[in-house]
């Protein structure tokens, strides 16, 4: 098969169109840029130190389940757990019915430096998960764990598991050595005591990691896709906001940063049952409630491999994974998934709750 022949008048005649089209897009990129969406209603109602704890106002008839505490990554903001109305994972939790609460982990700064997984784990999250028990009257709640926040809900669970009813996972790594890990073979040769030596990892350097992954379709096809494309004034707002949320990373403190990865992604000691939080090894062999495994098939950050070996590791009986066919991303934004997540996790739980 041959090549098409070069013809530098079409390719110059197709830059000067291309040109003219991101010529036109600047202006309607600085009115979309102006408007910001609207959240749905929360409450601050517990805080300790940086991190929040939200109630979000219902909008449907209540289910009689227990309430579903989420708990996001700290390297990204939760903010893409409700991006837009109809890019809403929590709105969609909250149509079906749920009384849905939200760990807000804050903004590290230098005065976080020394903090650990011992006082995410056993101090702020199992904070919030008292103060909810508390305002409920209740032994134990519901637990939705999100990326870096579902390795966190898997440690919570396994030393503090009387306060958990049910636990669902969503793209959340739990063996950090497969092969399709790129994030794994990133970190792999890192010297991560030097980097927490000098103080907080920024959050530029994890999105740079990130971009890496997948450099031309994350990096630039996107930019060259909107162009192309003439979107909407809706579209270019919800691009926007996309872009805010990727680029708006926390810094990581220094010493849960090395430990995060030393631990996980270059020792793999969650699955090995070596992990070590406050003194206590974290067995995954210690979670007997439900478990609701819910994973994105095109994950290139958390690949299905990284997820799906925690059917082997947990002692539960009643154990269900779950397949959507998105991204990683598109777990929180996709049509595809706020068609069929929110209710999945909402029928998943009725079917399991107390009286």
């Given at each position: 098969m041959t090549s098409p022949p070069f013809d530098p008048a079409q390719i110059t005649a197709e830059l000067v169109e291309f040109a003219q089209r991101a010529a036109l897009l600047l202006p309607q990129l600085r009115a979309a840029g102006s408007h910001a969406a609207d959240g749905a209603g929360r409450d601050e109602v517990w805080r300790c130190d940086k991190v929040r704890l939200y109630r979000y106002r219902p909008i449907a008839q209540p289910a009689r389940v227990p309430?579903?505490?989420?708990?996001?990554?700290l390297v990204n903001r939760p903010d893409?757990?409700?991006?837009?109305?109809?890019?809403?994972l929590i709105r969609g939790l909250l149509g079906a019915g749920l009384d849905?609460?939200?760990?807000?982990?804050?903004?590290?700064?230098?005065?976080?430096?020394?903090?650990?997984?011992?006082?995410y784990i056993d101090g702020y999250l199992d904070g919030a998960v008292?103060?909810?028990l508390a305002t409920h009257g209740i032994p134990a709640l519901n637990l939705l764990g999100i990326c870096q926040g579902g390795t966190f809900s898997l440690c919570y669970t396994a030393l503090h598991g009387a306060r958990v009813r049910n636990l669902v996972t969503m793209v959340t790594p739990v063996d950090f050595k497969t092969p399709e890990n790129l994030l794994?073979?990133?970190a792999a040769d890192l010297d991560v005591d030097l980097m927490a030596a000098n103080g907080n990892i920024p959050g530029q350097v994890l999105n740079q990691a990130y971009l890496a992954l997948q450099p031309f379709r994350l990096a630039q096809q996107k930019y060259v896709d909107l162009v192309r494309n003439g979107p909407s004034a809706a579209q270019l707002a919800d691009f926007l906001r996309m872009e805010r949320w990727i680029f708006d990373s926390p810094e990581l403190p220094a010493e849960l940063f090395r430990e995060f990865v030393k631990g996980l992604y270059q020792e793999n000691r969650l699955v090995a049952g070596t992990l070590d939080i406050g003194g206590r090894k974290v067995s995954l062999q210690a979670i007997t409630q439900p478990v609701l495994n819910i994973f994105a098939t095109q994950d290139h950050i958390v690949p299905p491999s990284a997820s799906l070996p925690l059917a082997r590791h947990v002692a539960t009986r009643d154990y269900t994974a779950m397949p959507v066919?998105?991204?990683?991303?598109?777990?929180?934004v996709s049509s595809r998934a706020r068609g069929t997540v929110p209710a999945a996790i909402a029928a998943w739980l009725a079917a399991?709750?107390?009286?």
């Open positions: 309430p579903l505490l989420l708990v996001f990554a893409i757990l409700d991006l837009t109305p109809d890019r809403s849905v609460y939200l760990v807000d982990w804050g903004r590290p700064d230098g005065a976080d430096r020394d903090l650990r997984l011992v006082d008292r103060e909810v794994s073979r990133w066919d998105v991204g990683h991303i598109g777990m929180y399991r709750a107390v009286d």
